[in-house]
């Protein structure tokens, strides 16, 4: 993804809407917060997550990790915070953090590592024994109920997408459904998978589905744009694909289509 002005306020959008989908809770893993110490965001991003986290748990000491840039544009200043840090670090190289953690988070995670369960495996030694590691990520496949996805072009270039995934040997979005097995094969135990719907447009009755959807289906247009954006700058994208851009954007914004992912 670009590491831009445009992606990073993405990126802070995925944050509210991931706020609608856990009504207002950072986490779903059991933590008991009196004993919860040392917290990693691995992947942070613009921090958001971290931040509001540091906020609401000031005994506790985050540390906010991503591979890329820290200088990118943050909503919020964190100098007020004295629990929180961010540092450079990838995740799929070895882990030299100070302390263990007690908690673990990641998110929005599915299409930037090449071998997620090596990830997993640093989270597992970097963990205190009864410490959890918590992943909040979407399947790419894009479905629908009514079958209004079939034969569009956003079920092509999803496709497409994941096809060359495979090619670069980056699993665009595919991962999620092995988490379960990769966690209980490394040495979690007590491993809980929950598969949660997101609408892709505002098509659900749910008033809050509804608002899921409004806000996706935004994000998604952003998060199409911006690969596009980034293949471009890097000479992948050619010209007959701005073409397929706008088709897809199309898609995107019909009403007719009721999409969804599994989250
Ligand atoms: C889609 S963003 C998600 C950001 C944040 N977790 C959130 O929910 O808003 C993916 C993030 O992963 C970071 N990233 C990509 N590869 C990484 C790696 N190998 N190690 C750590 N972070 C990585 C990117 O720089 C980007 O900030």
Same mark, same amino acid.
Not at 24 to 45: C, I, K, Q, W, Y
Not at 70 to 97: C, G, I, Q
């Given at each position: 993804?670009?590491?831009?002005?445009?992606?990073?306020?993405?990126?802070?959008?995925?944050?509210?809407?991931?706020?609608?989908?856990?009504?207002?809770?950072?986490?779903?893993?059991?933590? &008991?917060?009196? @004993? =919860?110490?040392?917290?990693?965001?691995?992947?942070?991003?613009? !921090?958001? %997550?971290?931040?509001?986290?540091?906020?609401?748990?000031?005994?506790?000491?985050?540390?906010?990790?991503?591979?890329?840039?820290?200088?990118?544009?943050?909503?919020?200043?964190?100098?007020?915070?004295?629990?929180?840090?961010?540092?450079?670090?990838?995740?799929?190289?070895?882990?030299?953090?100070?302390?263990?953690?007690?908690?673990?988070?990641?998110?929005?995670?599915?299409?930037?590592?090449? &071998?997620?369960? @090596? =990830?997993?495996?640093?989270?597992?030694?970097?963990?205190?024994? !009864?410490? %959890?590691?918590?992943?909040?990520?979407?399947?790419?496949?894009?479905?629908?109920?009514?079958?209004?996805?079939?034969?569009?072009?956003?079920?092509?270039?999803?496709?497409?997408?994941?096809?060359?995934?495979?090619?670069?040997?980056?699993?665009?979005?595919?991962?999620?459904?092995?988490?379960?097995?990769?966690?209980?094969?490394?040495?979690?135990?007590?491993?809980?998978?929950?598969?949660?719907?997101?609408?892709?447009?505002?098509?659900?009755?749910?008033?809050?589905?509804?608002?899921? !959807?409004? %806000?996706?289906?935004?994000?998604?247009?952003?998060?199409?744009?911006?690969?596009?954006?980034?293949?471009?700058?890097?000479?992948?994208?050619?010209?007959?694909?701005?073409?397929?851009?706008?088709?897809?954007?199309?898609?995107?914004?019909?009403?007719?289509?009721?999409?969804?992912?599994?989250?």
């Amino acid at each position: 993804m670009p590491i831009d002005e445009i992606e990073s306020k993405r990126l802070d959008l995925q944050h509210h809407i991931f706020h609608l989908t856990l009504e207002g809770n950072l986490f779903r893993a059991p933590l &008991d917060l009196e @004993r =919860v110490r040392n917290v990693l965001d691995m992947g942070t991003g613009t !921090g958001f %997550w971290a931040i509001d986290f540091a906020k609401l748990y000031p005994q506790t000491k985050i540390v906010g990790s991503d591979v890329s840039s820290l200088e990118r544009p943050r909503s919020y200043v964190k100098d007020d915070l004295p629990n929180l840090t961010f540092v450079l670090a990838n995740a799929e190289e070895e882990w030299k953090f100070e302390d263990r953690f007690d908690y673990i988070h990641g998110r929005m995670m599915t299409v930037v590592f090449k &071998d997620v369960k @090596r =990830v997993f495996q640093h989270a597992f030694d970097s963990l205190q024994p !009864g410490g %959890w590691l918590e992943m909040q990520d979407p399947y790419s496949a894009i479905k629908s109920k009514d079958g209004s996805i079939d034969g569009t072009t956003w079920e092509a270039v999803t496709d497409k997408w994941v096809k060359s995934g495979e090619a670069r040997g980056v699993p665009f979005g595919t991962e999620p459904p092995n988490y379960k097995r990769y966690m209980e094969e490394i040495g979690f135990v007590d491993v809980h998978e929950e598969v949660l719907v997101w609408p892709t447009g505002p098509w659900m009755e749910d008033q809050r589905m509804k608002e899921i !959807g409004k %806000w996706w289906k935004i994000n998604h247009v952003q998060a199409w744009q911006a690969f596009h954006r980034r293949s471009t700058a890097v000479g992948e994208a050619k010209e007959n694909e701005d073409a397929e851009l706008e088709k897809l954007l199309k898609d995107i914004m019909n009403p007719e289509i009721h999409g969804y992912v599994d989250l």
